[in-house]
């Protein structure tokens, strides 16, 4: 079955654009989370959609936001760009959301460069 | 808040020899904990996974973990690397489907 994918693979932007990311979960999950991953702050959390409501959401600035669509699929969206932005943006779907026990399964990332 | 730690940055191992990867992690209940691999550029990958119960658990790719209440601690070994398992590993606990993860350990391998 397909696993995690995540468009577009690289983007590059200019400083104070906008940008949007998707991610589309393996078929029948219902929760997926996106984290941000840098060499200085490594992977953080950013926030979790599980059928359309946001579930939890980590220590990012109010112009990182997201959504989820009634097919699962989730978009991100970054307002304003800084050059602190640039990052791998990774997404993860599960089955279901605030179980400990299920696995996450990730996508191969966004790849963000804000110049 | 849950936190876990990889106390090594950077690992060198000469293919064949036997791999041990360091794990630590802060959590006030019975912790469910998971290993991924990244690869350069790419995403995360689950090794292997901690629920409850054996506490010795086996992953993909001839990786297996070890939990440790008393140490607070989760270990990933291999007994025999290959070139191939040349990536970065990461531990992670989850507490209501948010992954918390360490800073992750470069293996390097030699030929």
């Known amino acids: 079955k397909a696993g995690v994918t995540q468009t577009p693979r690289y983007l590059i932007k200019t400083r104070g654009q906008q940008v949007t990311l998707s991610c589309s979960p393996i078929s029948g999950h219902r929760s997926v989370s996106w984290y941000q991953q840098t060499p200085g702050q490594g992977l953080q959390f950013l926030f979790e959609?599980?059928?359309?409501?946001?579930?939890n959401k980590g220590n990012f600035p109010g112009r990182f936001s997201g959504r989820q669509f009634s097919n699962s699929r989730s978009e991100m969206n970054v307002s304003t760009l800084e050059l602190g932005d640039s990052a791998l943006y990774l997404c993860?779907?599960?089955?279901?959301?605030?179980?400990?026990?299920?696995?996450?399964?990730f996508g191969q990332g966004t790849r963000l460069t804000v110049v | 808040a849950q936190s876990v730690t990889q106390p090594d940055i950077h690992i060198t191992v000469s293919e064949g020899a036997s791999l041990e990867l360091r794990c630590n992690y802060s959590y006030g209940a019975t912790p469910y904990l998971f290993w991924y691999v990244q690869s350069p550029g790419q995403g995360l990958q689950l090794l292997l996974k901690y629920f409850s119960g054996d506490t010795l658990v086996q992953g993909i790719k001839g990786f297996e973990a070890e939990f440790k209440r008393s140490q607070s601690s989760f270990n990933l070994r291999k007994p025999s690397v290959h070139w191939s398992d040349a990536a970065e590993y990461f531990c992670a606990v989850v507490d209501a489907s948010k992954l918390t993860f360490g800073t992750g350990t470069r293996l390097q391998v030699t030929l």
């Open positions: 959609y599980f059928s359309e409501t946001q579930r």
């Open positions: 993860a779907s599960s089955l279901i959301s605030g179980a400990r026990n299920t696995e996450a399964f």
